[in-house]
């Protein structure tokens, strides 16, 4: 016996009910029968004329990849875009999105994170402004049977009767999508033609038969800052950040491995330097108002958990890892961490610190990884 969804053949998650067995490992995105016959309505839309618009030009190897995609979309191949943070992502897939739109194809853009799928939205209906987009997120419905949806992957489990034609996944390397079998499972069942996978953090176990494209370039040109690490016991890390703070006099993100550390520190931080630090996690209330304060100058620091890894552009802000040898702390969030920093053409360079009182194989694998990134040449 096997569950149709997520594949799963352990008999302690499979149930019976009323003589017939289902699946308790995916139940979460509603009951799935293991004998339930399993069909999709593959119609098309009719072709229309879309166009997007944007208020800039791609840069040369933005073009690339655009265009590389929608010739791999027309040869039926899957393709996976490793871009580095701040090479603007978003955008490269807007000539695929138009091509297939125009073809009539359904499309789908899914993020992980629900805090980033409104922005996102955004982003897409202000280059696509004449058409209907769907908005599908934990407790928002809005447009559901539209052509172009954009959704969490938490919500894809609505559209596996429908399916679509292209299905574009951004932050595929991120919680929860990352590692989670059901989730990649419900992915693969509405994707009836091809898809294309965006990460900053790829390594090589990710890459499943897709076409790799690789832009290792931010868009205004300029390496990705490499951290600093300084090895330094824990006692001393307070007073070494409580230095760099006065010194650099400039907005900063200080990432702290757990909830506990966030207010703590702040406290520290703001004692010792009489600056303006403020606190951010899951558990913390006005989040977005404390970013808010800190891109307006409101506020001098923020110390966060990993919450502000991805998604987050602060013009001028320089990054510190605090106890930097946390498991917590993987290649892959160091790798995001660091990517915060020079984001804007105005400030494109800037500091990251990685505080930790020993050398870890993940702190090493990021500053390789980064490296490497700025000396290739593609
Ligand atoms: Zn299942």
């Not at 790829?202 to 300084?230: C, S, T």
């Not at 970013?291 to 307006?296: E, T």
């Not at 702190?363 to 000396?375: E, G, V």
Request: aromatic share 10%.
């Amino acid at each position: 016996m096997e569950c149709p969804r997520c594949h799963n053949q352990n008999v302690k998650r499979l149930y019976k009910l009323h003589g017939k067995y289902y699946c308790r490992q995916c139940i979460a995105f509603h009951r799935v029968w293991v004998d339930e016959p399993y069909t999709q309505d593959h119609t098309r839309f009719p072709p229309q004329k879309v166009r997007y618009s944007l208020d800039f030009e791609l840069s040369k190897s933005q073009q690339d990849i655009s265009r590389q995609l929608v010739y791999n979309y027309q040869n039926h191949y899957h393709s996976l875009v490793l871009a580095v943070c701040g090479s603007g992502k978003t955008e490269i897939v807007f000539e695929l999105i138009q091509y297939a739109l125009q073809r009539g194809d359904r499309v789908c853009f899914c993020i992980p994170r629900k805090e980033l799928v409104k922005e996102l939205y955004q982003r897409i209906k202000e280059a696509f402004h004449q058409i209907d987009i769907g908005l599908v997120y934990g407790g928002h419905i809005e447009n559901i049977n539209a052509q172009l949806i954009v959704c969490t992957m938490h919500q894809l489990y609505r559209f596996e009767k429908s399916g679509f034609h292209l299905m574009i996944a951004d932050e595929v390397d991120a919680f929860p999508f990352y590692g989670n079998p059901v989730l990649q499972q419900i992915f693969m069942r509405c994707c009836i033609g091809n898809y294309v996978k965006l990460s900053a953090t790829f390594v090589k176990e990710d890459i499943d038969g897709e076409e790799l494209l690789i832009m290792n370039r931010r868009y205004h040109g300029y390496d990705l800052p490499v951290p600093q690490l300084i090895i330094c016991p824990h006692c001393l890390q307070v007073l070494l950040i409580s230095f760099l703070l006065k010194k650099w006099k400039k907005k900063v993100i200080v990432f702290v491995p757990l909830v506990q550390d966030v207010d703590k520190l702040a406290c520290q931080l703001q004692s010792y330097t009489h600056l303006r630090v403020r606190g951010v996690s899951s558990t913390h209330k006005h989040n977005q108002d404390n970013l808010m304060a800190l891109k307006n100058g409101d506020i001098d620091v923020i110390v966060s958990t990993t919450l502000l890894e991805r998604g987050i552009t602060i013009e001028d802000v320089q990054v510190i890892v605090y106890h930097g040898e946390h498991d917590l702390f993987d290649r892959r969030t160091l790798i995001q961490i660091a990517g915060r920093v020079g984001r804007k053409i105005s400030h494109p360079q800037g500091h990251v610190y990685i505080l930790s009182n020993e050398h870890t194989s993940s702190i090493r694998q990021c500053i390789h990884t980064i490296k490497d990134l700025n000396q290739m040449s593609v």
